[in-house]
């Protein structure tokens, strides 16, 4: 008896672990089989817990969780958390092959309110979390994403397929790359259709964790294409606070619905402007985004202040998640990437184990 009170067994510990939830998915870490490379030695316990996305906005929820279920086992003397990720794949399967684990669009019904923005330092967070990650400017009528990214490129081709630019960590491929500056893109519907198809069947993207697609503006034919040619795991709507604003983004989301595409959220940009006395300046009136939501019943998955900076690394080529991470914008965009991530983990989940809600689970 006295020897067990200061040894640990493998199968008391891996109890343990299996009263630790993951709390999106709600289900606990062994059962998910989210723990590997389980060792006890002693009274040292080590091992690693593999998250379904690295970008997982709840790793330090289940770290401390995990550290107290083991602190209540007698005979623990020390614990080491490795962690690692799998990212889980949209088991929507399409008719065509799929250029990612996880195809998801950013859209709105409306211009200017930041898509493109919210693209890039989306791309770009799960990036830099650890993420394999694409991003398709299917803006073809105004690519903006090559500028915001730095890049300047003429594609290469390599094994019969356009080879993707690379910035901050992320692919990229733009109707920018082939047409000359300056000149006016007129497109056709049968054309356009062809070129985002083109985009995803001639690129040779990596092997991506997630594909971002930054829409263009409105609920048109590149709208059509993206949604009829890819299976993709959710679309998230990016609107501005005001009232007008909401209608267009609104008229967007219910024609995503209409395609049978998940919305996985709303994101309200240019949502605030902190003064310089830290006071709040709610310049295009409030909580916009967060009554679209609730009013299209989908989750609202954040705001993102308005900040010169933001606008700078549009214009620079150094998206603001880079060039201030620390600054209020990113820190809110960098949680808007792990939201929507966590979602998609979420989406996943859910479709493999045909779980018509989430309420059902556990
Ligand atoms: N939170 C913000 N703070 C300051 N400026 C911002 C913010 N979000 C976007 N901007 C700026 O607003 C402008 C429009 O943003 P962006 O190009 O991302 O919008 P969009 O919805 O993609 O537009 P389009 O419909 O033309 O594709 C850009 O100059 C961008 O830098
Ligand atoms: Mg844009």
Not at 108 to 116: A, H, I, L, N
Not at 189 to 212: C, E, N, S
Not at 224 to 237: C, E, H, N, R
Request: glycine fraction near 10%; include cysteine; proline fraction near 6%.
């Amino acid at each position: 008896m006295a020897d067990n009170a200061n040894t640990v067994t493998l199968e008391q510990v891996r109890a343990a672990l299996a009263t630790v939830q993951e709390p999106e998915l709600r289900r606990d870490l062994v059962t998910l089989d989210m723990i590997k490379d389980l060792r006890v030695d002693g009274g040292q316990v080590n091992f690693t817990i593999v998250l379904t996305t690295p970008a997982c906005p709840l790793k330090n929820v289940m770290e401390r969780d995990a550290r107290s279920a083991l602190a209540k086992l007698a005979g623990v003397s020390g614990v080491e958390i490795r962690w690692d990720a799998r990212v889980s794949g949209n088991a929507r399967l399409g008719q065509v092959p799929m250029p990612a684990r996880n195809v998801l669009a950013i859209a709105s019904g409306k211009g200017g309110v930041g898509k493109s923005t919210v693209a890039v330092n989306v791309a770009v967070g799960l990036a830099r979390a650890g993420a394999k990650v694409g991003l398709l400017d299917a803006d073809i009528y105004g690519p903006n994403a090559p500028m915001m990214l730095g890049v300047s490129y003429r594609p290469l081709q390599a094994n019969g397929k356009l080879v993707p630019a690379s910035a901050h960590g992320v692919e990229l491929f733009s109707m920018g790359f082939l047409v000359k500056n300056e000149q006016p893109i007129i497109w056709r519907g049968p054309m356009l259709d062809k070129a985002i198809r083109q985009f995803l069947t001639d690129v040779g993207w990596g092997d991506l964790d997630y594909l971002i697609v930054d829409m263009p503006p409105g609920t048109g034919d590149a709208q059509l294409t993206v949604s009829q040619a890819m299976s993709l795991v959710g679309v998230v709507i990016v609107t501005l606070p005001q009232e007008v604003s909401q209608a267009d983004a609104r008229r967007g989301l219910e024609g995503f619905r209409q395609m049978q595409v998940p919305v996985l959220g709303v994101v309200e940009n240019m949502s605030y402007l902190t003064m310089p006395d830290g006071s709040r300046l709610d310049v295009f009136g409030q909580g916009g985004g967060r009554q679209l939501a609730q009013a299209a019943g989908v989750p609202f998955i954040g705001e993102v202040p308005i900040d010169p900076q933001v606008r700078v690394g549009g214009d620079s080529g150094v998206p603001v998640v880079v060039s201030h991470p620390e600054s209020a914008p990113a820190r809110a965009l960098v949680a808007v990437a792990q939201d929507i991530a966590a979602k998609v983990s979420v989406a996943n989940f859910m479709n493999q184990n045909n779980v018509i809600s989430i309420t059902e689970i556990g």
